[in-house]
C-alpha cells in the first residue's frame, strides 16, 4: 500500500514538472522585405529580447492577449516564442512602436501545446501600409515627435510619415538680431497718467535720439523666438536718470506650446498644445498655426553685455 502511494506521488510530481516545462512555438514572417527581424544590436525599432538578441519590436500575442515569456531566434525570418503548454486558436502581430508601418496581422491556430516540444505556427504575412504626408505653410520648422515607441522619435522625412501617434511641434523662424524696446519708467509729477503729453515726447526723444547712441556700445545678441531686448530707464520728475546708463536686458516671454490647424484628408481639426495627433495609413495632412495661447508675464533671463 505504501509503495502505491509512494508512485502516486511520483507520477503527480512529474506530471506537474512537466507542466511547468514551457513549450515553444515557431512562428514566421513573410514579406518582410528589406526590414530584418534581427538585428547585430541595440538600435532603432528594435528591442533586447535577452541574450544578446535584437529582434524588430513587434508585440506578439497569442489567443488574443497571452505573451510569450521569451523569444528566441529560429532563422532569418522566423522566431520561437517560449510559453506554457496550452491550446492555442490564433496567433496576431502588431508593429505600433516601430517606423515600419507594417498592418496588424492575424491568423487562426489549432495547436495543442506539449510541454518540451516544439511546434509550428506557420507564418503571417505582413503587409507594408502606404506612409502619409505633412505638410505645412508655416515660416519656421516644424517637427512631428512620435510619442507611441519605448522612446520620443522624431521624424525625419514629413513625405514619409508613418502611422501612429504624434506630438506636434514648431520651433518658429531663426533667430534675428534683437530689436530693443524701450520701457520708459517715470516717477514722481511727470508720469504718462498726470502729464501724457510730455511723457509721449520725453519716450519719443529718448527713444530716438539717445537710444540709437547708447546701443552702439552693446554687441546686440540674437533673439531666438520668444525672446525680445528690453531696455529701462527711469524718468524722474521729467528728467532721464542715469540717461547714458540704461538697464538692458534680454526678455524671455514663456509660452505654452502653440495652437495648430490640422486638416487631415480635407476634414478640419484644432490641435492644441501638447495635444497628440492620431495619424493612420496614406493620409494628406496640412498643418497650419493659430498662434500661441495667452502668455504670462515676461521673464528676465539674462543682461545683455
Known sequence: MARSLACIVLLLAASAQAQEMPSSVQVCFEGLGEIPLFAMGPQRNYRDAGQGLYVLDLELRFNGSIAPQRITRSGPNCLRAWMPARPLESVSVSFGRT????????????????????????ALVLERGPFSRVTSDLPGTLELVRVDGREPHPIDELSRVPAGRYQVRYAGTSPENCAPELVLEARGTIRSDTWPEVYAELYAYYRDEILPMVLKGYKLPRCPAGQHLEV?????????????????????????????????????QTLLGDAVLQIGYGQEIHVAGLGPQAAPPAQKVAAAP
Open 99 to 122: 517606423d515600419t508601418n507594417l498592418r496588424d496581422q492575424r491568423k487562426p491556430l489549432k495547436l495543442e501545446l506539449v510541454p518540451e516540444k516544439w511546434h509550428d505556427a506557420g
Open 232 to 268: 529701462r530707464m527711469t524718468l524722474l520728475d521729467g528728467a532721464y536718470r542715469h540717461m547714458l546708463e540704461p538697464e538692458v536686458r534680454l526678455v524671455r516671454t514663456e509660452r505654452p506650446p502653440p495652437s495648430f490647424e490640422i486638416t487631415v484628408d480635407g476634414k478640419r
